[in-house]
């Protein structure tokens, strides 16, 4: 599965990394946060579990709000939203 | 789909494990316990192989619970800036470096440094470039395995397959080998079923490798009792206190910046800065408690394992499988590779030789295979145990947190991975090893070649970022191009 990166709406884009593993998923949220617009919404979908803590934790450092996250029932695959700061 | 949680500093919110991943965890588990039990009730001498086993399963499932790894501990820091890994790694040398220095003071342990030269970063930077590319390092591309990643097996099975072709090569290869080397490896008397002038490797080993000295640095620096030896020497001076260095290095140009955001109006100078360097060291509980658990279990492993050689009188498991009449795959010296301690890439390179063999390929011609380590049956590969146990240990982990998928990687992925492999089975056996072999268990005990092994890889690593960083922009500015960003 190739990434793809999509306007939902106005403010808010897609980034589906489904299937990659690391550092492509944490690369790919940094890539698309520093493009993105302050207060633009990324929903961010992954299944790699280690790349999660990398998230947070860059999100931390860089001020970036994660709003939600949700996990799909029975599987490994995630959903988050994420605020640029 | 399941809201489960909006806290924004949470990877992994608290989930209830799925049913099915407790039965499929306890099988797993009842799998290995009945290895254990029915090899133990065959011969009791197969408790060598399940101490090795264990402690691989305590080190499957630390890693995969701390999501330890030595790929992302470089990668994160020059990517996206995170030091979560990098203090984990740490945290785990300090802490292996107090047991093993304690092991050392009981006579128990079982180590032995590796010798000192450029070797050690020239690997080290060949591994790191590697790791970057397939998303983790070797004990990292293990516990991924584990939690059902084939593009992490496929890595696993590279750099294996990578390891035979190599120690074994010759041809055109030993055109590469400086003449020094060849005349030395000659000079050395190598038995006659060793053939040192076609197989590069051999010609590094015996040329080169074999020519340099080792040390601790408890020895080099002449301490005269065991006690200060291992515990100033070998952990304060060549474990704690580096790690301490790096860490604050760490802190100022990773973590501070974002520590003191908002924190202006109530700086308190060094006190701040000594909150900031803790916040840094316990941010990420998970990592912290693996580092604590993986430090604990290396240093106990050599207790363990040194323990059971003197029970059984043995020093090395080759003997126990002679004894157990056992020879075939033995090396010329009656051994096999039987370290006794974490230890990664050599069993694995031993897997792919045996199966390689199968097709008539004959690789005891090689030092490698042929004077050190032997290429046992799989199943009597007691090393080769604790990397399958490995796996094992970090799919119950995963399963209980509801975290394993069988995932097919895509090509891409899976490019990656291979090529990646490839680098890392070059860079560990230039190397003599791997983050594990040639980093972490060397500096741990003392052994300053560790850290040459720690700057290859570091640079290796940061140039790998910088070749992903590359190629991720490019392929985002094409996903980007329709939008207004």
Redesign the interface.
Known sequence: ?????E?KEDGS?ILDVQ??????P???T???LE??KSGEILELIF?N??S????????????N????????????TM?WRIRKR | ?????????????N?ET?PRNVIRAFLVLGFFALVSLGTFAADHRFIYFSAYLWFGFIYGMSLQYG?F?M??AI??LF??????MAVGIMIAVVLFSLVSAYVTVAGKSTFHPSPIGLYSVIGGFIFGIGM?YT??CASGSLY?TG?G?I??LLVVLSLSFTQVFLVDAGGWLNHLVPIAWTDSALAKGLPAVITPTDGWYDQFLAGYIWNLSSTTIGEALGFTSVISAAFIGNSLINSIIPAALILVAIYLR??R??YL?GKEANYRGFKTELAGYWSMIT??K??AIAGLILGIAAGLHMWVMQGLQLRLGISNAGELLAGMGYTRGLSIQDTIFDPGYFYITTQEAQGAAWIVQKFGFNVMDSIFFGIDNGVPNPLLNPVLWMSISLVGGAAVM?LL?????L?I??I??ATWAIIGGILMGIGARIGLGCNIGAFFATVTNGDPSGWLFCLGMTVGGFIG?KF??WW??R??AK??A??D?
Request: aromatic content about 8%; proline content about 5%.
């Open positions: 599965m190739a990434v793809k990166f306007k884009f299937g990659y593993v690391c550092p492509h944490q690369l790919y940094k890539k698309s493009k993105m299944d579990p280690s999660g803590e990398s998230i947070v934790a860059m999100c931390q450092a860089e001020g709000e994660i709003v939600t996250q949700e996990k799909e029932a029975g599987k490994t959903h | 789909m399941s809201n489960t949680s909006c806290n924004p500093v949470n990877a992994n919110p989930q799925e999501r790894c790929a992302s990668r994160d990517a996206v800036g995170v030091p979560r970057i998303g983790g991924k939690e990643s593009a992490a990773w973590y910046k974002g955001r941010s990420s998970r990592t995963a947190n509801n975290e394993f998928k995932k990687p895509s891409e992925v970022v992903f960083n991720i922009e392929k985002m996903e980007m329709a939008f960003l």
